[in-house]
């Protein structure tokens, strides 16, 4: 009796570890992958961070990206740069330009991962600036130098964002060339550090001369406005208003703008903040589907608003005189960006063809999209003039959003809302 039920356990344990076995197999957690960093320097740490270090310098970020055309997943450099250029195939997180003595830069924030990648506008070779992980940052607003950003990142739980501000500092014993790392990954000479906006930001907006950002957060129930530096310090609060569901611009150094956010349903105003006096003063409105754009000398508005015949309808405001002119291009405000040097200059993603629909709701929410064209109208003439047919220009359909110029109005950046990657538009030589 004995030796048959001693072959009946012994079966019975191999059955058993057999089906733990599959099971674990099929139905375990599997392996976690995660994106690699040397293991002496950790992912972004928004919580809790040390200290910061003191910012790297311009010049320093300058020579290791000349010293570095190109590094690890980058394009190599030589031919001929196009007037319509492909920055970033994949999507971006936003963008900062700055010009320098020789050439313009801009810098961009990749939305998978978080590495900060360079483009100059006279050589086609990208470099990776920074590879520390951060990733999901869907939108950005850049210093003047681009050694420094707030950014809206997305929590994969929630989906409600967290705002943080980081800095591109030199690794500890980093030189000016890319190296390999432990793991093989190739280590990058700076890294990003930095940490957490206080919580419920509802907006922000850099400063003019891109030394300061503005923010405004939800505090209950009311929306409260606040200054401070770049890496966070030099918080000063400035106004509280019932107002929370809002875009904001800081366009003019004493001068903050400030529209509900527009909808077909809701008529919207436009505000200006003075933030020496602290006074309040209606620009526009009551709007339905209000959008705008302030030139960056405060002078003029470039207004959108909901048509009656399912279109939109854009003007151009005289803030001194108060009156309004027909901007002759039909597009919403959020497809436009101001010159920063020709400051009565508006330049303008506007639809080939026109699009019926709720607008802006429906260009919002993804229910329709446009085919565009760049236009650029004279807010004190009145002249337009068609700068590009990008449509024709291009691999694919652009619906152009963000958009943004360098300091001297050379290079036109934006966004293909289609697919969220970044382009430059050389104005010089479209002209």
């Given at each position: ?89 994949t999507p971006v997180g936003g963008y900062g330009a700055s010009t320098t003595a020789s050439t ?27 590879n520390t992980v951060l990733p999901r940052i869907y939108e950005s607003a850049w210093n003047k ?216 709701d429906d260009w919002y929410t993804g229910t329709l999209s446009t085919v565009d064209k760049i ?57």
């Amino acid at each position: 009796m004995k030796k048959l039920l001693i072959p009946s356990i012994i079966a019975l344990l191999l059955l058993a570890v057999g089906f733990a076995y599959f099971y674990f197999f099929f139905h375990g957690p599997g392996a976690t992958l995660t994106a690699p960093t040397a293991s002496s320097q950790p992912g972004f740490t928004p919580f809790g961070r040390p200290p910061l270090a003191a910012s790297t310098s311009q010049s320093e970020l300058h020579s290791y990206s000349s010293a570095t055309s190109t590094t690890f997943g980058t394009s190599a450099t030589g031919g001929t740069i196009p007037a319509l250029r492909l920055l970033s195939s994949t999507p971006v997180g936003g963008y900062g330009a700055s010009t320098t003595a020789s050439t313009t830069v801009v810098r961009w924030i990749d939305r998978g991962r978080g590495n900060i990648i360079e483009a100059r506008e006279d050589d086609l070779g990208l470099t990776t600036i920074s590879n520390t992980v951060l990733p999901r940052i869907y939108e950005s607003a850049w210093n003047k130098n681009l050694t420094s950003f707030v950014g809206g990142m997305l929590e994969t739980d929630t989906g409600i964002p967290t705002f943080v501000y980081a800095n591109i500092v030199k690794r500890p014993g980093g030189s000016s060339a890319a190296s390999s790392t432990s793991t093989g990954v190739e280590s990058t000479p700076f890294e990003l550090k930095g940490g957490s906006l206080p919580a419920d930001v509802i907006a922000f907006a850099p400063s003019p001369d891109g030394s300061k950002i503005f923010f405004m957060t939800k505090e209950s129930g009311y929306g409260v406005g606040y200054i401070a530096n770049y890496d966070g310090s030099g918080m000063k609060r400035i106004f509280s208003t019932p107002l929370t569901q809002v875009n904001v611009e800081w366009p003019v150094a004493d001068t903050l703008a400030i529209a509900t956010k527009g909808s077909a349903t809701e008529a919207g105003f436009l505000y200006f903040f003075d933030i020496k006096t602290g006074a309040w003063k209606k620009i526009a409105g009551p709007l339905l589907g209000l959008s705008a754009r302030v030139s960056h000398d405060g002078k003029y508005v470039l207004l959108s608003s909901t048509g009656t015949a399912k279109d939109v309808l854009t003007a151009i405001y005289n803030v001194s005189k108060g009156t309004y002119t027909d901007a002759v291009i039909r597009t919403l405000a959020d497809k436009c960006a101001w010159g920063n040097f020709y400051q009565d200059i508006v330049y303008c993603a506007v639809p080939s063809q026109p699009v019926p629909g709720t607008y802006p709701d429906d260009w919002y929410t993804g229910t329709l999209s446009t085919v565009d064209k760049i236009w650029q109208e004279n807010a004190q003439t009145g002249e337009i003039h068609l700068i590009s047919s990008i449509v024709d220009q291009s691999d694919r359909v652009i619906d152009a959003f963000n958009l943004g110029l360098d300091r001297k109005d050379q290079y036109l950046f934006f966004m293909n809302k289609n697919d969220l990657t970044l382009w430059s538009l050389d104005l010089v030589a479209s002209q």
